[in-house]
């Protein structure tokens, strides 16, 4: 999609008179990048509006919330249970450090649940204190577009408001895709995940991603029995290889069951639970099944190809480098774009939008070098290129500096889990060009790495 780069100045120059609009800025979608591009523009004086769902924890077509995915059904409740499930495992080499506890250590799951909708909560009032003090308009409804430079807000009582907004963004995020098999409805996503009233005694996840990976070891992490299954030969395509390879070895040790290169193909719902047949014929019964499947953008009740935003085959929104749709006054930006669907990279969006609308300064999101973490028990985190890419990409010869060593923790807690470290590097310049951890505190650990190597940060 080329197409020369137009500010507010020169859009301007191609009209006689300059209309008038209800707003400089209407965003449809208050997650992490729609409320991060409010603000900013706002910041840049522009008059903003952003619509946004009623809050629920598990979302649908017309429950949402203020924050988003990450805040409300994402990274934030997810690391609670992932500090929660990780105390499990603390609690047991607590006692070859000389803590006397009882044979059976109770675990609460209710209280858990409780005390991460009181934070996600606290937290949607956070975000929608930002928008008021940067002056935001916030209209809770169901947002679509129904022209270029209009858009159409349905309340929760279904009265229908329409605006008009010289520049219109697009930022609603992804939703969680189920796979198209008999029974599929058995199963759950993460957003129910994140809420279940009752703790799996035995659950299944379906997925090699993130948030397979997560979910079990969380669910492990808290007593359940678990059973992986994924349809490669390692969990987290596209990661380091033997990153992938530590991973799993991890997981297997921390008692997770796991099934590659498998495929679930039937749930039936039973007396004892779910019945889970997969393409090997295996038949188990589980409490739960989690589909990790992956996402899809959230793009379907928007109205974008009748005013002729283009979409691409799994509904993202198609943009230029700037964010900037084939419509010249729509705008997208964070997963429903499906370029890098992470937290810090819709927020870098979100920036960029607002530098180059209204703060004359028109700015390109940049994708390099973005780190990333995966909440197992231990985690991974990288920042750069895996070895395979190096290899792929580099022009020369490229060094490799492994690490593997046991804690020095659980040298006396007896934890047969070792930590991995890697370095990817260029042999003629010395640049290093990826690294990897998979250990205790690794995304912190890397995060102080990425810090020191890059001279701009994506701050609040």
Same mark, same amino acid.
């Given at each position: 999609?080329?197409?020369?780069?137009?500010?507010?100045?020169?859009?301007?120059?191609?009209?006689?008179?300059?209309?008038?609009?209800?707003? /400089?800025?209407?965003?449809?979608?208050? %997650?992490?990048?729609?409320?991060?591009?409010?603000?900013?523009?706002?910041? $840049?004086?522009?008059?903003?509006?952003?619509?946004?769902?009623?809050?629920? *924890?598990?979302?649908?077509?017309?429950?949402?919330?203020?924050?988003?995915?990450?805040?409300?059904?994402?990274?934030?409740?997810?690391?609670?249970?992932? $500090?929660?499930?990780?105390?499990?495992?603390?609690?047991? /080499?607590?006692?070859?450090?000389?803590?006397?506890?009882?044979?059976?250590? +109770?675990?609460?799951?209710?209280?858990?649940?409780?005390?991460?909708?009181?934070?996600?909560?606290?937290?949607?009032?956070?975000?929608?204190?930002?928008?008021?003090?940067?002056?935001?308009?916030?209209?809770?409804?169901?947002?679509?577009?129904?022209?270029?430079?209009?858009?159409?807000?349905?309340?929760?009582?279904?009265?229908?408001?329409?605006?008009?907004?010289?520049?219109?963004?697009?930022?609603?995020?992804?939703?969680?895709?189920?796979?198209?098999?008999?029974?599929?409805?058995?199963?759950?996503?993460?957003?129910?995940?994140?809420?279940?009233?009752?703790?799996?005694?035995?659950?299944?996840?379906?997925?090699?991603?993130?948030?397979?990976?997560?979910?079990?070891?969380?669910?492990? %992490?808290?007593?359940?029995?678990?059973?992986?299954?994924?349809?490669?030969?390692?969990?987290?395509?596209?990661? /380091?290889?033997?990153?992938?390879?530590?991973?799993?070895?991890?997981?297997?040790?921390?008692?997770?069951?796991?099934?590659?290169?498998?495929?679930?193909?039937?749930?039936?719902?039973?007396?004892?639970?779910?019945?889970?047949?997969?393409?090997?014929?295996?038949?188990?019964?589980? +409490?739960?099944?989690?589909?990790?499947?992956?996402?899809? *953008?959230?793009?379907?009740?928007?109205?974008?190809?009748?005013?002729?935003?283009?979409?691409?085959?799994? %509904?993202?929104?198609?943009?230029?480098?700037?964010?900037?749709?084939?419509?010249?006054?729509?705008?997208?930006?964070?997963?429903?774009?499906?370029?890098?669907?992470?937290?810090?990279?819709?927020?870098?969006?979100?920036?960029?939008?607002?530098?180059?609308?209204?703060?004359?300064?028109?700015?390109?999101?940049?994708?390099?070098?973005?780190?990333?973490?995966?909440?197992?028990?231990? *985690?991974?985190?990288?920042?750069?290129?895996?070895?395979?890419?190096?290899?792929?990409?580099?022009?020369?010869?490229?060094?490799?500096?492994?690490?593997?060593?046991?804690?020095?923790?659980?040298?006396?807690?007896?934890?047969?889990?070792?930590?991995?470290?890697?370095?990817?590097?260029?042999?003629?310049?010395?640049?290093?060009?990826?690294?990897?951890?998979?250990?205790?505190?690794?995304?912190?650990?890397?995060?102080?790495?990425?810090?020191?190597?890059?001279?701009?940060?994506?701050?609040?």
């Amino acid at each position: 999609m080329a197409r020369k780069m137009l500010v507010d100045e020169e859009m301007n120059q191609t009209n006689q008179e300059e209309a008038y609009y209800d707003f /400089d800025l209407f965003v449809i979608g208050a %997650g992490s990048g729609g409320v991060r591009a409010a603000r900013f523009s706002a910041n $840049y004086g522009a008059k903003v509006g952003i619509c946004e769902l009623p809050f629920h *924890p598990i979302s649908s077509e017309v429950i949402g919330g203020v924050g988003g995915t990450c805040v409300i059904r994402g990274c934030v409740p997810k690391k609670i249970l992932v $500090y929660g499930a990780a105390f499990g495992s603390e609690l047991e /080499d607590a006692r070859n450090y000389g803590w006397e506890l009882n044979e059976k250590l +109770d675990f609460n799951w209710k209280k858990l649940l409780h005390k991460k909708t009181d934070e996600i909560i606290r937290l949607n009032g956070i975000y929608k204190r930002l928008l008021s003090n940067a002056g935001v308009k916030l209209f809770e409804g169901e947002g679509k577009i129904v022209g270029p430079n209009e858009v159409e807000v349905t309340q929760l009582d279904g009265t229908k408001l329409s605006y008009s907004a010289k520049h219109i963004l697009i930022a609603t995020g992804s939703r969680a895709h189920r796979p198209p098999i008999p029974g599929q409805g058995l199963g759950i996503t993460s957003d129910e995940a994140l809420s279940l009233e009752d703790l799996p005694k035995h659950a299944v996840v379906f997925g090699g991603g993130y948030i397979a990976v997560e979910f079990a070891s969380i669910w492990r %992490g808290l007593g359940a029995n678990v059973d992986l299954f994924f349809r490669k030969e390692l969990p987290l395509r596209g990661f /380091d290889d033997e990153m992938r390879a530590v991973v799993a070895r991890n997981l297997e040790g921390r008692g997770i069951n796991l099934h590659p290169q498998t495929n679930l193909t039937e749930l039936i719902k039973t007396d004892n639970g779910i019945k889970v047949t997969t393409d090997h014929g295996e038949e188990l019964i589980a +409490d739960v099944v989690l589909f990790a499947t992956g996402r899809l *953008p959230n793009s379907k009740r928007l109205n974008l190809e009748a005013v002729g935003v283009e979409l691409d085959n799994t %509904g993202a929104v198609k943009v230029d480098e700037y964010s900037r749709t084939s419509i010249p006054s729509i705008w997208a930006v964070g997963d429903v774009t499906n370029r890098m669907n992470l937290t810090p990279v819709a927020l870098m969006e979100g920036t960029c939008f607002a530098k180059t609308v209204f703060g004359k300064e028109p700015s390109k999101p940049d994708y390099s070098h973005v780190p990333c973490a995966v909440f197992s028990i231990p *985690p991974l985190s990288v920042v750069g290129l895996s070895e395979e890419q190096a290899i792929e990409q580099a022009n020369g010869d490229v060094l490799v500096f492994t690490s593997t060593f046991n804690p020095m923790k659980n040298t006396v807690s007896g934890r047969q889990e070792k930590t991995v470290m890697k370095l990817v590097v260029d042999a003629e310049t010395d640049k290093v060009l990826g690294a990897s951890m998979c250990g205790p505190d690794a995304p912190e650990i890397m995060q102080v790495l990425w810090h020191c190597c890059c001279t701009e940060v994506w701050s609040d």
